[in-house]
């Protein structure tokens, strides 16, 4: 995406560093990284943004109240640049923030449907246009003069992709357990109306296109029963459904030349945490590439995986209790660095 250039000038210098210990000093923020995003706990107001710089291996922590003065609010969803603009969804405070490449505000957008404030969840960019799941049941389309129109879609909306003209929205149900909701909605780009419905496992969550917009990967996390998670492909020619050969999915993540990276974990006898595995899917020729850490690197209570425009990949490790930490891989597959994120919950690297 040519649309975060302006805040990763530093990746081409990276190759330049071999990987040493690092003290992760707190930095003065600067636009020059890539943000991580703690999405922090349900009703805490306490999720923010921190800028890692790669090379230096240097963190700043928590750059967006530093930039603004107050705090980025109650479970922030997802970050993504759109030109010069960052806009950051924050789910519990029903809020998009839109700043500068420094996390300073320039704009706030509130959704609101027939009298309900809506709150945001997931993004994806086309063109000069943004789209966002309301967990309301809408899709949000921002234009450039951060106008917003929407189309409703499934219940309880999650990720969302843009494959060609079309976009591709999982529709969770998250609010209906046990009886979660099994669908993806197809929205025409051009004429923003949903124009038909996909049937995929229960509860879908994240979801991405390949970039020739071929194929679309949907991962769900089941009823917690006897539907598991899982990943799955979506032929977008036909819709035809396929089940790939992954288990107990739990986070998926588009990377540089269309390498899918999947996070997989799943639990003991005794419901404890398993190491994450990760692993590669090349999602252009709908091929799995094997597993993706090469050097026995352990993922104790892996919570997610980005895929930077910096190169690396990025996993966020928490237990819902301490501050996460999140380690830094190589596109090789060789742990880069480590550092604590000093917030709960690591979400996004971006």
């Known amino acids: 995406m040519n649309s975060i250039k302006l805040f990763l000038a530093l990746a081409f210098i990276m190759a330049l560093y071999s990987c040493d210990n690092s003290s992760h000093d707190r930095i003065t923020p600067a636009s020059s990284g890539t943000y991580i ?22 963190f700043a922590a928590d750059v967006f109240m530093t930039a603004n003065g107050q705090a980025l609010g109650d479970l922030g969803q997802d970050i ?22 420094d996390l300073k505000i320039k704009h706030q957008i509130n959704a609101d449907k027939e009298g309900t404030r809506l709150s ?50 999982a529709n969770s149900g998250g609010m209906s357990y046990p009886a979660y909701n099994n669908t993806v909605s197809v929205v025409s780009a051009s004429t923003f ?25 949907v991962s769900s996390f089941g009823n917690y029963a006897d539907a598991p998670a899982m990943l799955q492909v979506i032929t977008a020619s036909d819709g035809k459904v396929s089940d790939l050969d992954y ?21 003991d006898e005794n419901w404890n945490p398993l190491p994450g595995n990760i692993f590669m899917h090349d999602m252009k020729t709908n091929r799995p590439l094997g597993a993706f850490v090469t050097d026995g690197t352990a993922l104790q209570d892996a919570y997610s995986v980005s895929a930077a425009a910096d190169g690396y990949v990025y996993v966020g490790c928490s237990d819902y209790t301490n501050t996460g930490d999140v380690y830094v891989f190589t596109r090789e597959g060789k742990l880069h660095d480590k550092f604590d994120s000093q917030g709960l919950n690591p979400l996004k690297a971006y």
Request: proline share 4%; with cysteine.
């Open 37 to 58: 995003l703690n999405n922090g706990n349900w009703g805490s107001n306490d999720s923010h943004i921190g800028i890692y710089n790669p090379a230096a291996r240097t």
């Open 247 to 267: 288990a107990s999915v739990s986070s998926i993540a588009k990377g540089r030349d269309d390498i899918l990276y999947i996070l997989c974990g799943g639990y």
């Open 80 to 101: 993504v640049g759109v030109g010069e603009d960052i806009f950051i969804a924050v789910n519990g405070s029903q809020t998009i923030f839109v700043t500068d490449a």
């Open 193 to 217: 109306t949903e124009t038909s419905t996909v049937k995929v496992n229960v509860n879908p969550n994240k979801i991405e296109a390949s970039s020739d917009g071929t194929y679309v990967y």
């Open 120 to 169: 945001p969840k997931y993004m994806a960019v086309s063109a000069n246009r943004l789209y966002v799941t309301f967990y309301e049941g809408y899709v949000g389309e921002i234009a450039a003069d951060y106008s917003l129109r929407l189309c409703p879609v499934g219940p309880n909306p999650e990720g969302i992709a843009v494959a060609g003209d079309n976009l591709y929205v």
